[in-house]
């Protein structure tokens, strides 16, 4: 005999929550059944205690780009063969792995048992799932089109992870030769430049003054070498940190679009990104001003944010869509205001979102190969001349020193 500890809902529709003595985890369920008890959670008691154990590890494990495309396009799979949702999310929670996963598909089959819908399970973990991802769902509900929303959501999905990890791809290189650069930089200052500087002091030529610039910022790096080495990593993390906040994402992007290879690419990003985002929308069955509000907030690109917000309000007034985008040619392309125009005339807007999606995802590509091209030979040249300035000012007060002796 175990005991397992549950919890369960009366007949009012109240929670409690005890232990029960069994056989088995059914048996358990049964006993629980037999007393008017609808069981929302059971668990042998020793395995409870083990699973409190690992709350930081559920609290912390986050959920990433993959785990939701997992479960957006396992389940229209699931749901597409005839089997039922309750069930659908049974089968997921016994397939995934991370806790917090099947902690949400959990709390998912206990609300849709209680009569609540989808949605609201995963707009209650608005930290992992955006407003778009409730909304695609949601529409998908009070349309009856709950497999084509996952489907589409998980496609959406899909794509944003293959562009971030393009983006992130080509933008290693660079980083990696930058951080090796700077460290060896700074090993050279901290270490070999004390040295140098003990040599030459004490001969009595005149340094030029790219030698007395590297000898004064060598002496503020050698006067504590370990903690010189500590700022640096210091100093790499916070920029990450910077990075990955809102604001040094917006700061970031502010500066990369003042270049023409990066501002295409950011602009091009953020059209994909709507245009995709806008489709899937309109696709579930949202109307369209509460779609484009959605898209507004989820596109990740402050400027087209700004515009987006600014579109709703005016098609609020009346204003026909295609005048709405074609006013804002800064942001919106021509092409994309002409393929915008031919779908509301014609009544295949989604359709004409979509062209415009994959279009700009070709675009991107592009757009990331030519940065790749053009940064590599950029950053080499400016590593060129840094190390070609550091040679220099090393060599010039050996080169007057020989020069001293002729």
């Known amino acids: 005999m175990s ?18 003595q069994a056989d088995s985890r059914q048996t ?12 929302i959670f059971i668990e042998e008691k020793g395995k409870f205690e083990k699973k409190q154990l690992s709350f930081l590890k559920i609290t912390f494990g986050g959920i990433s780009n993959v785990d939701k495309i997992f479960i957006t396009r396992h389940l229209a799979a699931i749901l597409k063969s005839g089997i039922n949702l309750i069930e659908a999310l049974q089968i997921l929670e016994e397939d995934v792995q991370k806790p917090l996963m099947k902690k949400i598909l959990r709390d998912a089959k206990v609300n849709l048992e209680k009569g609540q819908p989808l949605s609201t399970t995963f707009a209650s973990y608005e930290k992992y799932f955006s407003p778009v991802f409730v909304g695609l769902i949601k529409a998908g509900e009070a349309s009856g ?3 084509d929303s996952l489907e589409g959501l998980g496609e959406q999905l899909q794509r944003d992870y293959d562009i971030k990890k393009k983006v992130q791809s080509a933008m290693i290189y660079p980083l990696i030769l930058l951080t090796a650069t700077s460290l060896i930089i700074i090993l050279l200052m901290t270490f070999v430049m004390p040295r140098l500087i003990k040599a030459l002091s004490q001969t009595k030529i005149t340094l030029p003054l790219i030698t007395r610039i590297l000898i004064n910022i ?21 920029i990450f940190i910077f990075y990955r906040s809102k604001f040094g994402k917006q700061i970031i992007f502010s500066l990369f ?3 023409p290879v990066s501002g295409e690419l950011i602009k091009k990003l953020a059209l994909a990104r709507f245009s995709i985002t806008l489709r899937n929308l309109l696709k579930s069955g949202m109307p369209a001003l509460q779609a484009i509000d959605l898209t507004a907030k989820t596109v990740g690109n402050i400027k087209y944010e700004n515009a987006l917000v600014a579109i709703g309000s005016e098609l609020r007034r009346g204003a026909p869509l295609h005048e709405t985008f074609r006013r804002r040619s800064e942001l919106f392309p021509q092409m994309v205001v002409s393929v915008l125009t031919v779908g509301e005339r014609t ?23 030519n940065l790749i091209v053009l940064l590599e030979p950029l950053l080499l040249i400016i590593m060129g001349f840094v190390v070609a300035g550091i040679a220099l000012s090393i060599l010039l007060p050996i ?3 020989v020069s001293s002796f002729r």
């Open 28 to 39: 358990a369920i049964d006993f629980l059944r037999r007393d008017n008890l609808t069981p």
């Open 399 to 401: 080169y007057q020193l």
């Open 257 to 259: 679009e003042k270049f």
């Open 347 to 369: 009544g295949t807007l989604e359709r004409s979102l979509l062209v415009i999606s994959n279009y700009y995802n070709e675009e991107v590509d592009r757009a990331l190969k």
């Open 145 to 147: 089109t709950l497999e």
């Open 3 to 20: 005991i397992f500890v549950y919890k369960a809902l009366n007949k009012e529709g109240g929670q409690q929550h005890g232990e029960v």
């Open 218 to 238: 060598s002496n503020v790096l050698s006067a504590n070498p370990l903690m010189t080495i500590l700022i640096f990593l210091t100093l790499i993390f916070l």
